[in-house]
């Protein structure tokens, strides 16, 4: 657990012992302050993560205390503690900036989970701030490129959903930016300010899939220590991902069928239900109406998905962008490895737009990035610095991988797996991209040759 350094604010001593005991037992730095200006005084030396006040003080309220606080430090979250009697004070605080409040009088538990909730919050929130600004100083629509009539239409999708609560369902082939194209929804939107949260659906298992969504309470499973907050639940107010959607279990999907309909949930072993206002962006590269067909994607939960659909069309089918995207990429990886590479060789262009692009914008970044890394400086990228071709490229051909004639289809498909797991130096997420499967199914023929392996012992 993440320690931190937490300031309660209160006049009543009874009541600022307990929750200075309750915060030290959970494992914070605390300081205790009888009143708002003694606490203000002691944060302009000191940072707090989360200060903790009462409403009702004197010579100075909780809600000057919060303004004070929010206006010097708007990293510092604060949680107001307040009777039942004084509830609309409470959403006054909220307005006023507050991350959350705890109704008197409450447990130790009730209120460490409330500072645990609110601290991950502020850490969301602050990652959230790097990568918008992120964006706005780097890329328009979140680091797409593109000025071709297929890409504006789809930056005219996006202006259109962004500010909207409907849910989006963003379809394309592996690579074409299914990722850039849901962050570009969450920060043109109002939600900008707001958590947002990915969940990539295909590289956790069943079990471990449905605690990082839905959370879950101590005690629910031999490993659960200690309550997780899921990340529907991270994302209230926000934007939840849903990235390759298409892989989630069967037997999960009626759960999350309920939280996208009714925007409520239960966490793993627990019957609590748990409202949140989350705006939900799923991404497939697969056929889901395939899949509903043969019983692998339940058909309602593909239709409260299919709200508004945005397809992102390949590379192949908007080639006018790919000089703007080796120009965009030459400069970042320059940048980011201290080259200075002078662009492309004539040839190198005329061979990139006459290429396909299978693996389409990632395979393209990936290209200029391996050929920039092993350039040398003040010389333009020539062809044969690139090796294209997805896995032709990364067998070099049959022989040098070890294939003769005579071998079987699986040994042909496990020796292609380990050497396109080689070629992208164990990253089993960019193999799977190369490989044109998912992470999942990756995994497992890993797990296969494990257990083929032991047999032949």
Not at 158 to 170: F, Q
Not at 265 to 270: M, N, P
Not at 394 to 421: H, K, N, Q, Y
Not at 428 to 450: C, D, F, H, P, Q
């Amino acid at each position: 657990m993440s320690r931190y350094r937490v300031m309660v604010i209160d006049d009543d001593e009874l009541m600022r012992e307990y929750v200075h005991e309750a915060m030290t037992r959970a494992g914070h730095d605390v300081d205790a302050a009888a009143s708002g200006p003694e606490a203000l005084a002691r944060m302009e030396t000191t940072a707090y993560d989360v200060a903790i006040t009462d409403l009702k003080m004197a010579p100075m309220d909780g809600l000057e205390v919060l303004r004070r606080v929010r206006a010097a430090g708007p990293d510092t979250q604060v949680i107001v503690m307040t009777a039942y009697g004084t509830i609309e004070t409470a959403v006054a605080a909220l307005k006023e900036g507050a991350a959350d409040y705890i109704l008197k009088p409450f447990t130790p538990d009730a209120l460490e989970v409330a500072v645990d909730r609110c601290l991950e919050r502020a850490r969301v929130a602050r990652e959230n701030r790097y990568l918008r600004d992120e964006v706005d100083a780097r890329y328009d629509f979140g680091a797409m490129v593109g000025d071709s009539p297929a890409m504006r239409a789809v930056y005219e999708q996006i202006r259109k959903v962004a500010d909207s609560r409907a849910t989006v369902l963003i379809r394309g082939a592996t690579g074409v930016g299914k990722e850039l194209a849901a962050r570009a929804i969450h920060f043109a939107g109002a939600r900008r300010d707001k958590p947002f949260i990915k969940v990539n659906c295909a590289a956790l298992s069943a079990g471990i899939l449905e605690s990082e969504l839905f959370g879950h309470e101590k005690g629910a499973f031999t490993s659960a220590h200690d309550r997780k907050i899921g990340r529907f639940e991270l994302a209230d107010t926000g934007t939840l991902l849903l990235d390759e959607v298409s892989e989630i279990p069967v037997d999960l999907q009626p759960k999350l069928l309920r939280a996208l309909q009714e925007r409520e949930f239960e966490r793993v072993g627990g019957n609590t239900p748990i409202q949140v206002d989350t705006r939900i962006v799923a991404t497939s590269n697969r056929d889901l109406e395939s899949a509903v067909r043969e019983g692998k994607f339940r058909e309602d939960l593909f239709y409260r998905l299919n709200v508004v659909v945005i397809v992102l069309p390949p590379l192949r089918e908007r080639r006018e962008d790919i000089p703007a995207l080796m120009d965009h990429f030459l400069k970042r990886y320059c940048r980011e490895n201290g080259r200075r590479v002078r662009g492309f060789a004539p040839a190198t262009q005329k061979r990139f737009l006459a290429y396909d692009w299978p693996g389409n914008v990632r395979e393209l970044q990936h290209a200029i990035e391996q050929a920039i890394v092993l350039a040398s400086d003040d010389a333009p990228l020539r062809p044969e610095q690139f090796f294209l071709g997805g896995v032709q490229a990364v067998l070099g051909g049959a022989a040098s991988a070890g294939i003769t004639a005579g071998a079987t289809v699986a040994d042909v498909e496990r020796r292609l797996i380990f050497a396109t797991l080689e070629h992208c130096d164990g990253n089993r997420t960019r193999a799977a991209e190369m490989l044109g499967i998912s992470v999942r199914t990756l995994r497992n023929k890993l797990n296969e040759y494990r257990v083929e392996q032991g047999h032949d012992q």
